[in-house]
Every structure is written in structure tokens, then in C-alpha cells.
């Protein structure tokens, strides 16, 4: 199985600030990476798929990178509602795989 | 519009079977370009996903709960479901079915949930 691990694990920042998320997969997956958004008592939502593609309707506040083994999720300008937990999630091969979930705080 | 739509009891008693369906409205599960799945949410941990089914029936599973998971469709109601038997108190979770892209695997449309407790 592919394994995925993210860092940080929680992180509070201001409204307006860059945040930025790492997520690192056991072995290489191209770009075959998603990213989700989890707002409290909700289910996730699709925010970035292939990696970086942007799904429809979210905001270009978010952005994704990378390929292989390292991605990173990008909100440029953290905004009030952007609060939730975010996962990643590789999408190359079955057993599906999250990683663990950052969660970011507003100060 | 795509709506996905969580249903099943919400208390199931230890050794027993969860069973659950989720209904798909706007589309049909007959389409050769998504599978149908499975996420489940423990309480205050992260996303695990289930299983997945495709219209031609082919099903994948989680190899940590392969043993006691069965993922299928009903066409004619437009729906697919999920059983889990021999649960556990670990069973307990919010349950949540997905459209999954049949290329490219990442789940774009996703019911509301339902939480599914398990307790004698």
C-alpha cells in the first residue's frame, strides 16, 4: 500500500496569510494526487485533483503542486471560511490511501 | 444536478451487520465512467476508504477489511450498497458514499453521511 504522511498536523495562521501543505507519498505517483477539504460536520469536498487542476467552483485562492513523491497545497490568502481539515489522497492504485489530515486554525 | 444520499440504521449491535445504501439521483450508476464508493470517518480521526464497485461489477476493497466488507450495485434502483459484517465498537463512524472518476480514482461528489454507532 501507498502510504502518505503531511506536514504539518495542525497549523493556525492569520486571515490573509500563505499557508502551504505538504503531503509525501511512500513511492512515487506521478501526479496522481487529490486534495480535499473537510469543514467541521461536514464530508470532504474536492479541491484539487491530477495534482494541481483546480475543481470546478473553488476558489484560485488554492493551489496545488508537485509530482512523484512531494505535493503541496497552497491557500494564498487564508480566508475566515477557508477553516477545515485537509486531506490528501494518492489515486495511482488500489488500496486507495488519505494521508492523515492537516488541520488549519484561524488566530 | 448529481445528489448522493447516505441511508441505514444508525445503531447496529456488536457482531451484527451494518448495512447501507446510498441512493444516486441525476445520474445513473450505470455509467461507464465513474465507480461508486465507500469512505468512513471514525470519530476525530481521519478519512479510510472502503471499497468501490463498478457498473460492470467489478469491486475493490480495503485489504484491512476485505474479509468482512461487500460493496454492490442495484440498477434497477439506482443505488449501491454496502454491508460490513461482524462489527465492532471500531466500526463506529460517519459512513459516506462517493462518485469515483473511473480513470482517474478521485471522488468528486459525495453524499452528506450518516453516522453509524455501534452499541449494544
Known amino acids: 500500500d501507498i502510504q502518505l504522511t503531511q506536514s504539518p498536523s495542525l497549523l493556525s495562521a492569520s486571515v490573509g496569510d500563505r499557508v502551504t501543505i505538504t503531503c509525501r507519498a511512500s513511492?512515487?505517483?506521478?501526479?496522481?494526487l487529490a486534495w480535499y477539504q473537510q469543514k467541521p460536520g461536514k464530508v470532504p469536498k474536492l479541491l484539487i485533483y491530477?495534482?494541481?487542476t483546480l475543481e470546478s467552483g473553488v476558489p484560485s485562492r488554492f493551489s496545488g503542486s508537485g509530482s512523484g513523491t512531494e505535493f503541496i497545497l497552497t491557500i494564498s490568502s487564508l480566508q475566515p471560511e477557508d477553516l477545515a481539515t485537509y486531506y490528501c489522497?494518492?489515486?495511482?492504485?488500489?488500496?486507495?490511501?488519505f494521508g492523515p489530515g492537516t488541520k488549519v486554525d484561524i488566530k | 444536478q448529481l445528489q448522493l444520499q447516505e441511508s441505514g440504521p444508525g445503531l447496529v449491535e456488536p457482531s451484527e451487520t451494518l448495512s447501507l445504501t446510498c441512493t444516486v439521483s441525476?445520474?445513473?450508476?450505470?455509467?461507464?465512467?465513474?465507480?461508486w464508493g465507500w469512505v468512513r470517518q471514525p470519530p476525530g480521526k481521519g478519512l479510510e476508504w472502503i471499497g468501490s464497485?463498478?457498473?460492470?461489477?467489478?469491486?475493490y476493497y480495503n485489504p484491512s477489511l476485505k474479509s468482512r466488507v461487500t460493496v454492490s450495485m442495484d440498477m434497477s434502483n439506482n443505488h449501491f450498497s454496502l454491508i460490513l459484517n461482524s462489527v465492532t465498537a471500531a466500526d463506529t463512524a460517519l459512513y459516506s458514499c462517493?462518485?469515483?472518476?473511473?480513470?482517474?480514482?478521485?471522488?468528486?461528489?459525495w453524499g452528506k453521511g450518516t453516522t453509524v454507532t455501534v452499541s449494544s
Open positions: 491530477g495534482a494541481s
Open positions: 513511492q512515487g505517483i506521478s501526479s496522481y
Open positions: 462517493a462518485r469515483q472518476g473511473y480513470r482517474s480514482y478521485y471522488m468528486d461528489v
Open positions: 489522497q494518492q489515486v495511482t492504485s488500489y488500496p486507495l490511501t
Open positions: 464497485v463498478y457498473y460492470s461489477g467489478s469491486t
Open positions: 441525476g445520474d445513473s450508476i450505470s455509467t461507464t465512467s465513474y465507480y
